[in-house]
């Protein structure tokens, strides 16, 4: 890495934050990196690959990201990448590239610190060190990536079906699932128990729109308008939910859940042994261990 110098790494990084921001609910991965790309005339090193394989921009651009991730300025989840309100802070506050990169690094030694009294000296030892971490964080973004495209290409009523399965895994009772056609904004129905004597009833409204723009306020108050008392609501969608929308459903009188693409995928894996094979072919999953690196 001699070619590549903190300053050159700080101009990639504050970019990146830049390009971030631009969206407050996250960007994935590669296509943060591929825009980033975009910003930049790169040298032919930066350009090329390692002799192992890999893109050698990519990889300066992920191994940086570890010191903003322990720094606080960057949360990782199921490959999308969101600035913390302390990385807006960081950015705000050092304008300077090499001083924004060197803070991240300052504070990842002193995360490290308190773990361990051995601490990173430079970027090459912290690119040993997190290798393993980087490869599974690729592969996580390669996973989710397959099971997104997979639920996004489901029919829609396979897709309800699905949601259908989870509850029943989960130890509740479908009592009714909508055919095709109009739903009332109602596409399944469950209870607690087999005879749907115990409340509270479970309406479930459920869209497969993993292309479209998240669900917004509005979209969340029309669902609430069909609850009855006794009634509490399930909403999922493939999309995800604005901040807004998550902030109506969590401060209505109502009670809503609101469940995005990655919470439902959360939910399957954590119930998979309770799903029946019909189920599990809906969304087949299998887990695949890795060498994990330092937290």
């Excluded at 960081?90 to 490290?112: N, S």
């Excluded at 009714?176 to 128990?193: M, R, Y």
Aim: hydrophobic residues 40%; negative net charge; aromatic residues 8%.
């Amino acid at each position: 890495m001699a070619e590549i110098t903190k300053a050159r790494t700080g101009q990639f990084m504050r970019r990146l934050f830049e390009l971030l921001l631009q969206r407050p609910e996250g960007m994935q991965a590669n296509e943060a990196l591929h825009q980033l790309e975009g910003e930049f005339t790169l040298s032919e090193y930066e350009a090329g690959e390692y002799a192992s394989g890999g893109r050698r921009f990519d990889k300066i651009v992920r191994f940086a990201t570890v010191d903003t991730v322990k720094a606080g300025w960057l949360v990782k989840e199921k490959g999308t990448w969101t600035v913390t309100a302390e990385g807006i802070a960081a950015l705000q506050k050092h304008q300077d590239p090499a001083e924004f990169y060197g803070q991240a690094v300052l504070l990842y030694r002193q995360w490290k610190h308190a773990q361990s009294t051995a601490a990173a000296d430079a970027l090459d030892d912290a690119i040993v060190e997190n290798a393993a971490g980087l490869t599974l964080e690729q592969a996580e973004e390669q996973a989710w990536s397959e099971i997104s495209l997979h639920l996004a290409g489901m029919p829609p009523y396979e897709f309800q079906e699905l949601v259908a399965c989870l509850l029943r895994a989960m130890g509740y009772h479908v009592g009714w699932v909508a055919p095709p056609g109009k739903d009332g904004g109602v596409d399944i129905i469950a209870f607690n128990d087999p005879l749907g004597t115990r409340p509270p009833r479970i309406k479930v409204q459920v869209k497969r729109n993993a292309n479209s723009p998240r669900i917004d306020v509005m979209g969340v108050r029309s669902f609430m308008a069909v609850l009855g008392e006794g009634d509490v609501g399930l909403f999922v969608a493939l999309s995800g939910f604005t901040r807004d929308a998550d902030l109506e459903a969590r401060q209505s009188h109502r009670r809503v859940t609101l469940i995005g693409g990655n919470a439902l995928v959360e939910l399957w894996t954590k119930h998979y042994q309770q799903l029946d094979d019909e189920a599990r072919r809906r969304l087949p999953l299998k887990p695949v261990w890795f060498l994990a690196g330092d937290d």
